[in-house]
DNA sequence: GTGGTTATGCGAAACGTTTCGTGAAAAATG
DNA sequence: CATTTTTCACGAAACGTTTCGCATAACCAC
């Protein structure tokens, strides 16, 4: 009699402990966890016990049984960086909408450690890991589905991203509009990721189609901040600068861009107009950090946990590519009325 | 024997597989996998047939025989405001280099929401739960270890914050100490927490410590900010505003002032200088979006770990206050060997 | 060679679920 | 009322681990 009071009291009751409490079957208080068919007055009396005991299932139990655990893992650089942070913030919705948790695992753009949550996942057998890993090579991988974000990694892999390519010529264009007529791109390192030569790609693109005179720079990877001061300078002749445009690749590196030119007295928009990429904002849902093409967070982040959880869908797409759009952020010249 | 080959080829090896590859007994592969002694032998065909086979251990299974989790849930208001960002940031981190995993539930602040993590995290047989919520009133607990940040929630609950008080008075010290002689403490609603009760009443004590002159202003939840411009206006006269220092409650609220301010024709810092509070930087580590008091991350995300993990912790104190420091961010007039 | 002592691999039991075959009771039929 | 059909709760088995009492083999001492 002891050893039952203590077991009862110092760990959590099992359905054994509701079948016993209510006088059922222990496969009926699982119907009545499981909201399967069960006789009126068993229900009751089930439902009674478990209030009484204050019982909760140990999803680990089931998740043993089933097979499934109905958690996803996100793997992501950081969630300090806002783009990041954002995508975390969108897909947990989702999944949580779903009844999904979600395991979050900041990699650092390590790919030890990347690998290293991998298997964690695995392990852990999570339903599915979304992610978006810059990782130079190949990850291996198990049956358990896998979308990526951003970046193609493996066959097989679907990957979600915004359109990239247009997001480049939406951001000609939108120049062009504005009156640009010699302009620039500026991006950071040769990334491993493809997702930014298209941007490049794009805007080259609708330069073109534009007529605009365009000039690419492409940063090193080690002193980026250093080196776009000097291109910048550079490109300064009796005080003016030569672009009156320019596209940065991120918002991060537009943001960095809008301070040195400042410093460098040149004035946005009125001097140069900055588009950036991403659509970040401050504190989340404060102003846009520059005016910029915006990724459809909402809508990837949708699609990501439509692409892993859907196992009907044969032949998963290797590419979504979802639309982008333009969003005034205050470095470009742009009456009011078509803030948004 | 075809039933064999397709219960190998379908699902995941267990230790079963391990077992009967390697000729040995289901505990020794147990022992071998979890590092305990085993002969030699015995040790090398084990680890061959893991290899060969691809083992990987199911910590649900574990979980269940443990009752162990090695998973801590995290619940905060969202990812995509940069404080709370850089807090689940460096959580991970400390989190992972103890092997645990993070689940992240972003609860938007609503309390039903909150409600419904914590149960779903201890059906979930976390470990326990990190969580900065700001739901009004009792949140039902088990006997899952709980440790709040910022915010006392209830008894036998422990609390890990940032020194407010010390913080409010620092930042007063530092604007007497820029030459400020009349400023102002703002901040937004009747915040259910009495953390920034603290930040103000500290405040107060540094201004009467250094006789300066100060004006107290709690601004309307509903319209914040359009109410923050009205007091702004309302202090300006003859185009020069009352005050020459302003600590606001949150970085966020000085990002919205300073904005206000400079559309109201004043400079930033030279008429007035702004002083926040949280430390957020923008893009992660770029710039502080202003002279901050900054919180501690990595020390509180350490000291929250420790007190959720460490069961050797007899009486865990109901408050852990950890220092702060004041951050130069471009909107006090400082010289610049004093930035960091 | 015998008896006693270590050392160590073995395998059953248990963790808390879900599932499914079984059988008894209830309902339907003639 | 007898027989067939339907209904539905019961409880054992299984999921993949860890643990622990046992038994076997190895070792040592006399």
Redesign the pocket.
Known sequence: MKIESVKKES??P???DVAREAG?????V??V??GL???DS?KIRVEDAIRKLNYQ??SY??G????KTYTVALLIPNTTEPFFAALAYHINIVLMRQKYRMLLCCTDSDSALEQEYITMAQQNKVDGIIGITYSPNLIIEENTPFVAIDRSIGTGIPCVASDNFGGGQLAAEKLADLGCKNVAFLRIGSSLSNEPNKRKAGFENGCLARGLHYEMKILDDNKPYEEFETFLSEHIHGGSLSFDGIFCVTDRLAYSVIQTLRRLNQRVPEDVQIIGYDGVRLFGNIDYVCSTIVQPLPEMAEMCVELLLRENMKAKPPLVCLPVTYAYGGTTVENTREQQ
Chains 1, 2 share one sequence.
Do not use: E, I
């Not at 059922?24 to 009926?28: E, F, P, Q, S, Y």
């Not at 043993?64 to 097979?67: D, F, I, R, T, Y």
């Open positions: 760990s959590a099992t359905m054994k059922v079957a222990l496969g009926t699982s119907k966890v499981n068919p069960v006789g068993y299932v140990n139990a089931q043993l049984k089933a097979n």
